[in-house]
């Protein structure tokens, strides 16, 4: 049983591009969670997903970002027009149920640095 | 609004010695609080939670305490080793409904040999 998969681990981006972050949940977790942890900080709260259905994005900037979390297929994280206050490391997580109720799983975060 | 605060901020311990990092949360609705661990350049792992229900954990070398009344909690880690070097977050969740978790800042131990 894999374990969360985020992919990519790094990705350079220049300034104005577009980001995309994959999340593959654990098998059989319908609940997913992206934070964002700027070097030297803790993990900041931004979304929460369930199956094509945003939970509470109450930590997600209100432009240039957006989540999903389709029927098929890996969660996804974008970041459009990026600047160089995006550079950061995203950490999805994923649980059974909520997280007050099962033990979140973070997987390896992907490093997003933007050039 | 929703906040977790968590001290100190870096805290550097004698191998052998006890280690004791501190959180507060504001949300007095807040039921589960984990701890996570995060080595250099790895993803956060729990290594111990609690639910408002106890007020205290223990499992080896690690316990966690809560106090609801005072809304703070307490990671303890007793005989420190140098593999207990990294970041420790504490979390708590928010709302009645659970679903989502604040992390405090962070505490870098690290244990002196």
């Known amino acids: 049983n894999a374990g969360v998969m985020q992919n990519p681990r790094h990705l350079v981006r220049r300034r104005g591009q577009e980001a995309r972050l994959r999340c593959s949940p654990m098998k059989g977790h319908s609940h997913v969670y992206w934070y964002r942890q700027l070097p030297e900080e803790g993990l900041k709260f931004m979304v929460y997903l369930q199956k094509e259905n945003i939970i509470d994005e109450s930590g997600m900037p209100k432009e240039r970002f957006s989540a999903e979390f389709p029927k098929e297929g890996p969660s996804i994280l974008r970041i459009q027009q990026v600047v160089r206050g995006d550079s950061a490391a995203y950490f999805c997580?994923?649980?059974?149920?909520?997280?007050?109720?099962?033990?979140?799983?973070f997987g390896q975060g992907t490093r997003l640095t933007v050039v | 609004g929703e906040n977790v605060e968590q001290h100190p901020s870096t805290l550097s311990v004698q191998e052998g010695d006890s280690a004791v990092i501190k959180c507060t949360y504001s949300?007095?609705?807040?039921?589960?609080f984990p701890w996570y661990k995060q080595e250099l350049g790895k993803r956060p792992q729990l290594i111990i939670d609690i639910r408002s229900n106890v007020g205290e954990k223990k499992d080896q070398r690690i316990a966690v305490t809560l106090n609801k009344t005072a809304k703070h909690f307490s990671l303890h880690i007793t005989e420190t080793q140098p593999e207990d070097s990294a970041v420790y977050f504490c979390a708590a969740s928010i709302g009645s409904s659970a679903s989502k978790i604040i992390f405090g800042s962070g505490t870098r131990l690290s244990i002196r040999p």
């Open positions: 997580a994923s649980s059974l149920g909520g997280q007050g109720d099962t033990e979140a799983f």
């Open positions: 949300d007095s609705a807040s039921n589960y």
